[in-house]
């Protein structure tokens, strides 16, 4: 009964491959985030869908694309990794602006 | 722009100890506050929320209240335990607003 699920946990892949993390809420929420987190702990988001739509892509290269094809799911598929894609990735969901945000615990993806 | 400007850590304390831990934000607007606790190998948690001026968010003996006058959010507790040790994150939401701290790390010590 995990509210923010997100699979795989840890993914080790090469530069060059193409890689997707997953993630569902079963919240009932209507808004779902992609964040970066650095090896420095900084957290920068990525990509936000409302309800299937997306309302925010914050200078991420191309590369990167987010598909939701519900409100319940917002999956992040990275193309030709390169080795500074390694981070920890968040996915999150809340149900508006003035309410936290319920975060999954996170993918740890190392490009070698 | 909006920004957000955390203490710098790690901070240290003994169990018992009193905890602040700064923050301070700008951003346009009335924004929501928060306070988010990450432990190792976890994703955040949300602590605390304020969401006008001068409400006070508390949960597990931290505290932090809206100063809109200073633009802070600072985060205390009167006595900290070892199980308080993890990273602190401040967050300000809003319209447009998605920013996060760069995070403080706390250790305490038995």
């Known amino acids: 009964d995990t509210a923010v699920s997100q699979t795989p946990k840890y993914l080790v892949t090469q530069m060059g491959n193409d890689k997707s993390i997953k993630c569902e809420q079963n919240?009932?929420?209507?808004?779902m985030y992609w964040y970066k987190q650095d090896s420095k702990k900084f957290l920068k988001i990525m990509f936000s869908?409302?309800?299937?739509?997306?309302?925010i892509n914050e200078t991420v290269p191309n590369r990167f694309s987010p598909k939701s094809p519900d409100k319940a799911h917002l999956n992040l598929h990275i193309n030709s990794l390169e080795l500074g894609d390694s981070a920890v990735y968040f996915c999150?969901?809340?149900?508006?602006?003035?309410?936290?945000?319920?975060f999954g615990s996170g993918t740890r993806l190392t490009v070698v | 722009g909006n920004s957000v400007t955390q203490m710098e850590g790690p901070v240290t304390l003994s169990e018992e100890a009193f905890l602040t831990i700064n923050c301070t934000y700008t951003?346009?607007?009335?924004?929501?506050l928060f306070w988010y606790v990450q432990y190792p190998g976890e994703g955040l948690q949300l602590l605390l929320k304020?969401?006008?001026?001068?409400d006070k968010g508390s949960n597990k003996g931290f505290e932090a209240t809206y100063r809109k006058e200073t633009t802070s959010f600072h985060l205390e507790k009167g006595s900290v335990q070892v199980s308080d040790s993890a990273v602190y994150f401040c967050?300000?939401?809003?319209?447009?607003?998605?920013?996060f701290g760069t995070g403080t790390r706390l250790k305490v010590l038995a």
């Open positions: 999150a969901s809340r149900p508006g602006q003035a309410y936290g945000y319920t």
């Open positions: 919240l009932g929420h209507d808004t």
């Open positions: 869908y409302n309800n299937k739509e997306l309302i």
């Open positions: 951003a346009t607007g009335y924004p929501s």
């Open positions: 304020a969401t006008k001026a001068d």
């Open positions: 967050n300000v939401s809003g319209t447009y607003k998605y920013i």
